[in-house]
T-cell receptor, first 115, second 112 residues
Framework: ETGVTQTPRHLVMGMTNKKSLKCEQH?????MYWYKQSAKKPLELMFV???????ENNSVPSRFSPECPNSSHLFLHLHTLQPEDSALYLC??????????????FGPGTRLTVL | SQKIEQNSEALNIQEGKTATLTCNYT??????LQWYRQDPGRGPVFLLL?????KEKRKERLKVTFDTTLKQSLFHITASQPADSATYLC???????????FGKGTKLSVIP
């Protein structure tokens, strides 16, 4: 596998379910990100991990819980979601301190539908 | 508050013409400006990065300009092809920050 992979690609869940999104990067990067993309809105940064340490949590509700066990893997644990949480969830990675600063590499996303 | 505007939500052009997309920003002093392409149901793909002290960057049929006085970037695709049809996103980051702030994007349709 190359680049950034995300599983599952599609997820339908009820408001009382608990599920997890998984992201894996095969680029040797040291930073990983979760974004939410809703229709007609710009990408919203949710969480940032730098060398496995969470450095940003942009006022995200506690029903979203990230986990970064190592610099290659990132999870987003979901529980008690609301219908307005339905969106495309994108994972990205980047190499901090590299020659092309801030360029991010995105996965294909997980299309989440909350019923 | 910081604001990034991509002026056109959608842009239709004829194949072979040059497409020009605009990104304006306010209350921001970006160190870098990037353009990404996003196809439906896919993640954005990086195209070009331009630094605050650069006026212009080129890559094959793509050209980006960056005017920090006007607070504007223009993204050009010359000799456009139907395969260029996608949504194009502008993204900014400040000095010392690795976080990107994205615009809403412009959906480009190249008509054969």
């Amino acid at each position: 596998e190359t680049g950034v992979t995300q599983t599952p690609r599609h997820l339908v869940m009820g408001m009382t379910n608990k599920k997890s999104l998984k992201c894996e990067q095969h680029l040797g990067h040291n930073a990983m990100y979760w974004y939410k993309q809703s229709a007609k809105k710009p990408l919203e940064l949710m969480f940032v991990y730098n060398f496995k340490e969470q450095t940003e949590n942009n006022s995200v509700p506690s029903r979203f819980s990230p986990e970064c066990p190592n610099s290659s893997h990132l999870f987003l644990h979901l529980h008690t979601l609301q219908p307005e949480d339905s969106a495309l969830y994108l994972c990205a990675s980047s190499q901090l301190g590299g020659p092309v600063t801030d360029t991010q590499y995105f996965g294909p996303g997980t299309r989440l539908t909350v019923l | 508050s910081q604001k990034i505007e991509q002026n056109s939500e959608a842009l239709n052009i004829q194949e072979g013409k040059t497409a020009t997309l605009t990104c304006n920003y306010t209350n921001y002093s970006p160190a870098y400006l990037q353009w990404y392409r996003q196809d439906p149901g896919r993640g954005p793909v990086f195209l070009l990065l331009i630094r605050e002290n650069e006026k212009e960057k080129r890559k094959e049929r793509l050209k980006v300009t960056f005017d920090t006085t006007l607070k504007q970037s223009l993204f050009h695709i010359t000799a456009s092809q139907p395969a260029d049809s996608a949504t194009y996103l502008c993204a900014l980051s400040g000095a010392g920050s690795y976080q990107l702030t994205f615009g809403k994007g412009t959906k480009l349709s190249v008509i054969p």
